[in-house]
């Protein structure tokens, strides 16, 4: 018995072993449908071309509305029902024209917080992805001192640790006047689902973030950004191991190494940014993520006919 039980217990430590060293792919975009209506039909197409790939899981990184569409129940609904279509499981994050900028006139002048409250409450109620195949997902909100951050999820595939982050364009909803209290609360739940996340990938081959918003397009200019480039950069020094940030918000599609060390003079070598398309250029891309190889990630546009 004890014979069988440790040749069972080696052959499952083989197939983990095989199975974290697999090569496997997924796919990234955001910032769409954006025109409407003419991008209802391109959007379908989008997901059509994905769901022809063969994939681990998608992501949508944030926007899935531009800022001067309405930002309406039956809008969310449309969207929701659009998420539930993709064959292979979809995670979504969302971006900063789902509610920081509802308030605006031509996206109906809604209240921000309400809106955020309603995506929280139809986007984010089972703990699982979109999709056909579906698969489940841990929450922040599972620790009760950030109970209200469901969105934050992780998930691990292929010996990776995945995530997102609430972080979204407009100054990640920070006021140069008035209340911030809504920032300064989600700010303190995502410096602490960082320290979270970068201690759950330490046994993991590397670690890869989603987020909406583009940190980085104005330097380090961004006053809303600054604790968690801060703290992104240190966690990555002391990782050592390749780290994969995923943002949309910019509409251009980039990969770079926009993280410095503390001399300022020389790149976070182990810290990659890719920024998806988005808006006019509705393309997606996808990751091909290799551990055989030191920089176990690598990219691909998948543009529309």
């Known amino acids: 018995m004890r014979t069988t039980y440790l040749s069972l217990l080696l052959l499952f430590l083989g197939t983990l072993t095989f199975a974290q060293s697999k090569k496997f792919e997924f796919i990234a975009f955001g910032d769409m449908p954006y025109c409407l209506p003419n991008d209802y039909e391109r959007f379908e197409n989008l ?31 449309k969207i929701y029902g659009y998420f539930e279509t993709f ?23 809604y209240d921000p917080l309400e809106r955020l409250a309603l995506l929280r409450k139809m986007f984010f109620k089972e703990k699982q992805s979109f999709g056909s195949v579906k698969i489940p997902l841990r929450s922040q909100a599972e620790n009760p001192e950030f109970a209200r951050y469901v969105e934050n999820v992780s998930w691990e595939y292929g010996g990776i640790q995945f995530a997102t982050i609430h ?92 993280l410095f060390n503390p001399d300022k003079k020389s790149t976070i070598l182990n810290f990659t940014r890719l920024q998806v398309f988005g808006d006019a250029d509705m393309a997606s891309v996808k990751v091909i993520v290799d551990p055989k190889l030191k920089e176990l990630f690598s990219f691909r546009q998948l543009l529309m006919d």
């Not at 994939?55 to 809008?75: I, M, R």
């Not at 970068?198 to 989603?210: I, P």
């Open 167 to 258: 972080l979204v364009g407009t100054n990640n909803n920070l006021k140069e006047s008035g209340d911030n209290t809504e920032f300064i609360e989600r700010e303190k739940a995502n410096l602490a689902w960082l320290e979270e996340l970068y201690a759950k990938a330490a046994d993991k081959k590397g670690l890869v973030m989603f987020t909406q918003a583009d940190m980085f397009y104005m330097g380090n200019g961004s006053s809303g950004f600054q604790k968690i480039r801060e703290k992104l950069a240190a966690l990555s020094i002391q990782y050592e191991k390749p780290v994969l940030w995923v943002n949309g918000d910019s509409h251009r599609f980039i990969v770079d190494k926009p």
């Open 87 to 109: 064959k292979k499981p979809l995670i979504y994050t969302p971006g900063d024209n789902e509610w920081t900028d509802c308030n605006r006139k031509a996206a109906g002048a």
């Open 47 to 77: 997901i059509s071309q994905i769901n022809h790939q063969k994939l681990a899981f998608s992501v949508h990184v944030g926007d899935f509305k531009s800022g001067s569409t309405p930002c309406s129940d039956e809008y969310f609904s």
